[in-house]
């Protein structure tokens, strides 16, 4: 499978099939493709539709089957960027749930929950991700541009749970409260934080999309107005 990211801040990866070849994505995310396409729609079992209900993502997925030589485009759902990410086996990723948006077959999708009951509680985004494991590659959407950082072992990173996009299996993931009272009340960054730690790689975005509907919810005219 050969591929190319297109479209700018309105993304789109357009992959290029051999006969024969597949690609899975979520239900609702396919752009265009060439008439050589087949699509086929499965959910992968109670089990595994169940898990895909509780990271958000559609219960079903569709399958792409390329009958002949041809192409067939994924869109991003809204503004941002979409990274490739290379799954190999026993080097499992985890993302941020609604986050895939397109993989090759080997690639396998499942729910991930942050062991710590603090972060299903306070942490909002942290606690019910999603797991790339098994092989091949996958593509995922990115709220704004994306940063790449590689911790050593026991290595920190402090990150607002929103800017969190991803990171490797290795790396432990920890809900920490802001402290001091008036930080809380007047520093506007909320109760909570994201402790990233050491060893692997860690993936961030620059504008999660709850900050964008937050920017932008003043100059929404109300149905009073």
């Given at each position: 499978?050969?591929?190319e990211?297109v479209?700018?801040?309105?993304?789109?990866?357009?992959c290029?099939?051999?006969?024969?070849?597949?690609?899975?994505?979520?239900?609702?995310?396919?752009?265009?493709?060439?008439?050589?396409?087949?699509?086929?729609?499965?959910?992968?079992?109670?089990?595994k539709?169940?898990?895909?209900?509780?990271?958000?993502?559609?219960?079903?997925?569709?399958v792409?089957?390329?009958?002949?030589?041809?192409?067939v485009?994924?869109?991003?759902?809204?503004?941002?960027?979409?990274?490739?990410?290379?799954?190999?086996?026993?080097?499992?990723i985890i993302?941020?749930?609604?986050?895939?948006?397109?993989s090759?077959?080997g690639?396998?999708?499942?729910?991930?929950?942050?062991?710590?009951?603090?972060?299903?509680?306070?942490?909002?985004?942290?606690?019910i991700?999603?797991?790339?494991?098994g092989?091949?590659?996958?593509?995922?959407?990115?709220?704004?541009?994306?940063?790449?950082?590689?911790?050593?072992?026991?290595?920190?990173?402090?990150?607002?749970?929103?800017?969190?996009?991803g990171f490797?299996?290795?790396?432990?993931?920890?809900?920490q409260?802001?402290?001091?009272?008036?930080?809380?009340?007047?520093?506007?960054?909320?109760l909570?934080?994201?402790?990233?730690?050491?060893p692997?790689?860690?993936?961030?975005?620059?504008?999660?999309?709850?900050?964008?509907?937050?920017?932008?919810?003043?100059?929404?005219?109300?149905g009073?107005?």
């Amino acid at each position: 499978m050969q591929y190319e990211i297109v479209g700018g801040a309105f993304p789109v990866v357009v992959c290029h099939l051999v006969r024969g070849e597949q690609m899975k994505t979520e239900s609702g995310s396919m752009a265009w493709m060439d008439p050589c396409m087949e699509m086929s729609t499965t959910g992968g079992g109670i089990g595994k539709m169940f898990g895909k209900a509780i990271s958000g993502e559609s219960m079903f997925q569709n399958v792409y089957t390329a009958r002949a030589d041809g192409m067939v485009a994924f869109g991003s759902s809204f503004p941002g960027t979409i990274k490739e990410l290379r799954i190999a086996p026993g080097a499992d990723i985890i993302v941020q749930k609604k986050s895939f948006l397109a993989s090759e077959m080997g690639v396998e999708l499942s729910v991930f929950f942050n062991q710590k009951l603090g972060g299903g509680l306070f942490g909002g985004e942290g606690f019910i991700m999603q797991r790339l494991a098994g092989a091949g590659t996958a593509f995922i959407e990115v709220d704004g541009g994306f940063v790449e950082y590689q911790l050593a072992p026991r290595q920190q990173l402090i990150v607002d749970t929103g800017n969190v996009l991803g990171f490797t299996g290795g790396v432990n993931l920890e809900i920490q409260r802001v402290k001091g009272a008036k930080n809380i009340v007047f520093g506007g960054e909320g109760l909570f934080n994201t402790v990233l730690t050491g060893p692997g790689t860690v993936w961030l975005q620059t504008m999660p999309l709850v900050g964008l509907a937050a920017a932008i919810a003043p100059y929404i005219p109300s149905g009073n107005s």
